[in-house]
């Protein structure tokens, strides 16, 4: 498993780490001088059978919050510490609203730097953090009493987190990996006959050496020459391990590649500059959150100036959660259910979080009533049951590969969609679209009888145009979808072409009687003219017809496409053309 830790600055984060691990994390020069861990830090505690818990210690001061952001977004445990002789203090608070905002449900608590004060000190202590954590995610998690220096509590707290790793109620080893293979980069850098490492946390999927991937934004196609997991050397890293990858290919260079970038497989979707999410606020007792607020967008590793748009109403008060679409200024690597943390405009206050619901949201429309229904239904972790929520709700059909992208599932995760949701899926030029069977129906029906309509109709052409049938299924479904039904609707017989559209299989060759006996002489007249065009006036000499009844004849023969005009006066077969 991967541990964080989070807390006030000078409260014993980094000593704590090391009594554990026997490492300093603070590696930085400046970090040395000044006795202050400005960026995050990393140490492994063995475990057993080659195995080790990673450990990233993040900085505790106000003003390398974005740090700290960085290496509590991609754990699954937190060790939240308070100096005993301080007390809950300023950043203890956010760091703490941080981690529940992430929705990191396990943690320990640990009070520091015991040796510093008498036991009824640290007594009044622990009651003042279990009022701090009383609401919120770790109000259940077990304290730790600890003196680094003096060596108090920390093999007890060590064994805690041994035991905790390998338990099978709360195995973090063995929780399933999903999706496509995501690691947000949190350092790279070169090393002399080695080459481009990064590092950073594998969000979901698994990798392999050798295997391709690509860094979002880029066009590069990279292998993965080698790779350490929990900095050990190893052939395979998955999802919530520590990773380290040794990248090679055509056009790699160190400034393409920045601490928030993601290094992914070839499947999972492009950065966004947009996407619809539903936002929690803090409490603080702060005015509302106004609509288009500009604001700093925190996601897994990344940083970015973003404003919210609110979805709901004109703005989201104190401690409430509304639907919102985040609008960025750089483009960000997000799938659904990514968590993520806004500040304020001056990056001094966390202001709220929360979880990304779809990152193809229309580009029209981003606040209509059936908009927000579609997003409360497509908030659902599983994905079978938000497809069927989905197709129930949408006549119009629900498009599938933005479906798939959007939860970043693999092959097998579809083709497992496909087999637990029963729908009619059809090709179109705006992707696979999915539809209950009696809504496909519905829509089929709708089709022929506008078809139909129009060949009832004196004053309509018997082949109705596409771009008739488009316009039909337009607010409700893309211009695509009238094409695919088409094609399907072709495919089943149903439908035949026609000059300048479709028209139905049953009344393409209805005639009456007098059209029937002269379509059978003029068609013999074109079949014995080989490839040669005829013209009216020897199509009424071969037929022995009045001039009028031919032109009329030929009008409406040339709309159910028997025959094909080169101009008002020379018509030949479809066929012979």
């Keep these: 498993m991967i541990i964080a830790t989070a807390g006030h600055v000078d409260h014993g984060k980094t000593r704590l780490v090391k009594a554990l691990t026997g490492v300093d994390t603070d590696t930085l020069a400046e970090e040395k001088k000044r006795g202050l861990t400005i960026d995050i830090g990393f140490a492994y505690l063995p475990v057993k059978d080659n195995e080790a818990i990673g450990i990233i210690d993040v900085p505790g001061h106000d003003r390398f919050i974005r740090n700290a952001l960085c290496g509590l977004a991609a754990t699954d445990f937190v060790l939240l510490v308070i100096a005993a002789d301080d007390g809950p203090m300023p950043q203890t608070r956010e760091h703490l609203s941080i981690i529940d905002l992430l929705d990191i449900g396990h943690a320990a608590v640990v009070i520091s730097k015991i040796d510093r004060v008498a036991a009824a000190r640290i007594a009044e202590v622990e009651y003042l953090t279990r009022q701090l954590l009383r609401g919120t995610k770790l109000e259940q998690a077990p304290l730790f009493a600890v003196s680094a220096s003096d060596n108090i509590g920390v093999d007890a707290l060590r064994n805690f987190l041994i035991e905790k ?25 070169e090393i002399n006959g080695v080459g481009f490492i990064v590092t950073g946390t594998i969000f979901s999927g698994e990798i392999e050496v050798d295997e391709k991937v690509t860094i979002k934004g880029t066009e590069m196609n990279l292998r993965v020459r080698g790779l350490r997991v929990q900095s050990k050397p190893s052939a395979h890293g998955r999802q919530g391990q520590r990773c380290a990858l040794n990248l090679s290919g055509s056009g790699l260079r160190k400034d393409l590649i920045r601490r928030g970038s993601w290094v992914t497989s070839a499947r999972v979707p492009a950065p966004v500059i947009r996407f619809d999410a539903r936002l929690r606020l803090l409490n603080q007792g702060a005015r509302p959150l106004a609509h288009w607020t500009p604001v700093h967008l925190h996601l897994a590793a990344c940083e970015v100036t973003a404003r919210i748009a609110v979805l709901e109403g004109k703005d989201i008060s104190s401690g409430s959660t509304a639907l919102v679409q985040i609008v960025t200024d750089q483009a960000v690597g997000a799938v659904f259910g990514d968590r993520f943390i806004i500040r304020d405009q001056s990056a001094r206050t966390t202001l709220g979080g929360g979880r990304v619901i779809d990152i193809f949201p229309p ?27 989905l197709l129930n709700l949408c006549p119009g059909g629900v498009n599938l ?18 087999g637990a949701v029963a729908m009619t899926v059809v090709s179109t030029d705006d992707g696979l679209i999915g539809f209950l069977r009696t809504s496909w129906e519905a829509l ?11 060949q009832n109709s004196a004053r ?59 379509w059978k002489s003029i068609d013999v007249s074109l079949s014995n003219s080989g490839l040669k065009p005829m013209s009216v006036a020897e199509l009424v000499l071969e037929t022995r017809a009045d001039k009028r009844t031919v032109i009329s004849f030929l009008s409406r023969a040339s709309h159910r496409g028997l025959v094909t005009r080169l101009s008002p006066s020379l018509v030949t077969k479809p066929q012979t053309l």
């Design 444 to 454: 089929c029906s709708r089709i022929l009888g506008e078809i139909e309509r129009a």
């Design 165 to 189: 790793s390998g338990s099978k109620t709360n195995s973090f080893d063995n929780k399933p990996v999903n999706n496509n293979f995501r690691l947000c980069v949190d350092r790279n850098f």
């Design 401 to 418: 590969d933005l479906f798939f992208a959007n939860r970043n599932l693999t092959d097998s995760e579809e083709s497992t969609i496909y």
């Design 363 to 389: 580009r029209r429309g981003r606040a209509r009533g059936e908009r927000i229904t579609w997003l409360n239904n497509m908030d659902h972790g599983d994905a079978v049951e938000t497809l069927k929520h």
């Design 460 to 518: 309509a052409a018997v082949g109705l145009p596409l771009s008739s049938l488009e316009m039909l299924l337009v607010p409700e479904s893309g211009k695509g979808l009238a094409k695919g039904i088409v094609d399907e609707l072709l495919g089943q017989s149903m439908i035949v072409p026609a000059a300048g559209g479709y028209c139905l299989a049953t009344q393409q060759t209805r005639m009456n009687l007098e059209d029937d006996s002269l």
